[in-house]
């Protein structure tokens, strides 16, 4: 999925042109995209001039950042509004909703592979 660095750009428009499904808008000048309505084709990744659209892997440091946090804010409110140990028990809920997603993730990966494999592509 592509995100765009907004600190990097320039807010030339376009990106908002060439996206075919209007999932782009500028706001204060820079360009935001909207993930509930992009069908991922790349073409603004293709077309910014400053390199502004970038892959979504680059954001892989700062999501798994982000997870980390966000279980050290729950275990702290566990703790807090639930009593000692709970932060604990929080933790080990939060391992096991990450497996989860990892499971939810390989399985999605192994039918959208054979797909490829049963030649379904147009
Ligand atoms: S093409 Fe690049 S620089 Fe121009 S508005 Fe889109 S993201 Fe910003
Ligand atoms: S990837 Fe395609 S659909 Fe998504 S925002 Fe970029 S141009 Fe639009």
Do not use: Y
């Not at 966000?70 to 028990?89: I, P, Q």
């Not at 993730?105 to 054979?114: H, N, R, V």
């Amino acid at each position: 999925m592509p995100w765009i660095n907004q600190s990097e750009c320039t807010g030339c428009g376009i990106c908002v042109k060439v996206c075919p499904v209007d999932s782009i808008a500028l706001e204060n000048a820079v360009a935001d995209i909207d993930m509930d309505t992009c069908i991922h084709c790349g073409l603004c990744h293709d077309v910014c001039p400053v390199n502004a659209v970038r892959h979504d892997s680059e954001r892989i440091p700062r999501e798994v950042s982000a997870n980390v946090a966000r279980t050290r804010e729950f275990m702290d409110d566990c703790r807090r509004l639930l009593g000692a140990g709970e932060d604990r028990k929080c933790l080990e809920r939060m391992i096991r909703h990450f497996r989860k997603e990892k499971k939810v993730i390989e399985a999605t990966l192994g039918e959208l592979e054979a797909l490829t494999d049963k030649g379904e592509m147009a």
